[in-house]
């Protein structure tokens, strides 16, 4: 079982820590532990009850009427609510609730909802993406596992691949081709995935080489498909020195491409980059770079 700081809480729920005091003095909210030094902690359960807590409070429940619910009723009552209030925190709140509690139904439920409610693209850029950065979160203090991770990712994943077989197939033949692909040791492939999407959408042609791909395979299938445009990112962690590596040899090798690079890496980081070679912070930036070419 993780526990969690007040300050943990707070950034997971975007409760106060003052209000969360406020609420376990007057109303008895949760009864967090104290370590010897009197400071408190908690657990995942307090976690995922004052998360259930900030979504009816911010859709106009009063903390009041909230404390006397049962949990299942405070679920149902979630539940509820994220059925029918489709404003991104609420929807991407009720995710992370449904991931720390493995159910897939109620997961399901809330990215179709979603996806109904703002169309798939967006959908991604306005929720799954700041669940994502939620999740991350809860990575740093250990909270999730790995069953955790593989039960949302490859749900949304499914999400991915449906959208992307159900696009509409008319690729100008004048079109650029993007070759896109995960380096070697790399299998985070959700942003991969939303990449092909936004490209399939306007109308490029891509090929998808997908998670892990040997470096040596790269250039056979650039001289098979005439492809103008290579796409990679890096979401698990690299050091400066072998990710600048990694980018001087894929542009000096593929120095008559365009080459994208984005993922988590790039962030926080001041790397140069050769001519040929364009890093974006965000999938917003990389809809503006392809507009542009």
Not at 191 to 209: D, H, P, Q, T
Not at 236 to 250: C, K, P
Request: negative net charge; proline residues 2%; glycine residues 6%.
């Amino acid at each position: 079982m993780s526990t969690y700081s007040i300050k943990d809480i707070e950034k997971f729920t975007g409760i106060k820590a003052h209000t969360i005091r406020i609420w376990e003095k007057r109303y008895g909210v949760i009864d967090p532990e104290r370590t010897d030094t009197n400071i408190r902690y908690y657990s995942d359960s307090d976690l995922k009850k004052l998360l259930n807590i900030s979504i009816l409070n911010r859709n106009g429940f009063k903390i009041s009427d909230i404390v006397w619910m049962g949990e299942d009723e405070l679920s149902e009552k979630v539940l509820q609510v994220t059925q029918r209030i489709y404003d991104a925190d609420t929807q991407m709140e009720g995710l992370v609730v449904a991931m720390i509690e493995l159910d897939e139904l109620k997961f399901d439920k809330l990215l179709s909802s979603s996806i109904i409610k703002f169309g798939f693209e967006q959908a991604v850029l306005q929720v799954i993406y700041p669940f994502f950065e939620r999740v991350g979160l809860l990575w740093q203090v250990g909270s999730i596992t790995p069953a955790q991770e593989h039960f949302m990712s490859n749900l949304i994943r499914q999400k991915l691949l449906v959208a992307i077989d159900g696009l509409a197939t008319g690729i100008a033949n004048d079109s650029k081709t993007f070759l896109l692909f995960l380096p070697e040791g790399e299998w985070h492939e959700i942003g991969l995935l939303f990449s092909c999407y936004i490209l399939r959408k306007r109308g490029y042609k891509v090929v998808y080489l997908g998670q892990s791909v040997p470096y040596d395979n790269l250039k056979e299938v650039v001289s098979l498909r005439n492809c103008n445009v290579l796409l990679t990112q890096f979401i698990s962690a690299i050091s400066d020195e072998n990710l600048v590596e990694y980018i001087d040899r894929l542009s000096t090798d593929f120095a008559d491409l365009s080459i994208f690079m984005g993922g988590y890496q790039f962030l926080d980081r001041s790397i140069e980059t050769p001519k040929n070679v364009t890093v974006y912070n965000d999938m917003n930036e990389f809809k503006s770079l392809i507009f542009k070419g």
